[in-house]
């Protein structure tokens, strides 16, 4: 009897652990971009069910945060971004900076600079599709992104004035 009862525990186990298996697989089927965010060998901290935030040491005090979130309902477009000027709320940023931000897209055929007045900022961002996506390619966009952010962030801060 006690072989038994060993034997139903052992099969209990395993139902559990194929449950648990069946359960994680599903998850990252639902979340291809937290997988592959797990996996980019990136620091990553979730901030959200479906936002991620990569602090890039960019030499200054505090470190330049990309969030990657994802852009679309059915999760197949991610956004990648981070702010490279953050003024108050409604402001009304000049001509100038909307030239040059005109002037980097150009420059920048994958990431755009976009002014968000009701916030304040002025954005850097990728979109790109996620089906199909490796670790390396988004590792790769997360680290551009931080870059050409960090690469413009002074003229664009000066350009905008206070």
């Not at 072989?3 to 089927?29: D, N, Y």
């Not at 592959?36 to 200054?60: H, Q, R, S, Y």
């Not at 030239?99 to 994958?110: A, F, R, S, T, W």
């Not at 002014?115 to 790769?140: M, S």
Request: net charge negative; hydrophobic share 40%.
């Amino acid at each position: 009897m006690r072989q038994m009862i060993g034997s139903k525990r052992t099969v209990l186990v395993c139902l559990l652990g194929f449950a648990l298996a069946a359960g994680t697989a599903m998850a990252q089927e639902q979340d291809p971009l937290g997988k592959l965010l797990g996996t980019c060998g990136l620091e990553v901290t979730k901030m959200a069910d479906d936002a991620w935030n990569i602090p890039f040491d960019v030499g200054k005090d505090k470190p330049l945060n990309v969030i990657v979130s994802y852009h679309d309902d059915e999760k197949k477009f991610a956004l990648i971004y981070t702010t490279v000027v953050d003024r108050k709320d409604n402001f009304q940023f000049n001509q100038k900076v909307l030239q040059e931000c005109m002037k980097l897209n150009g420059e920048y055929p994958v990431a755009k600079f976009s002014l968000d007045p009701p916030a304040g900022n002025i954005d850097c961002e990728i979109q790109t599709y996620v089906p199909g996506l490796t670790a390396d390619e988004l590792k790769l966009y997360c680290s551009f992104v931080a870059s050409i952010a960090d690469d413009n962030k002074a003229n664009l801060e000066q350009l905008a004035g206070e």
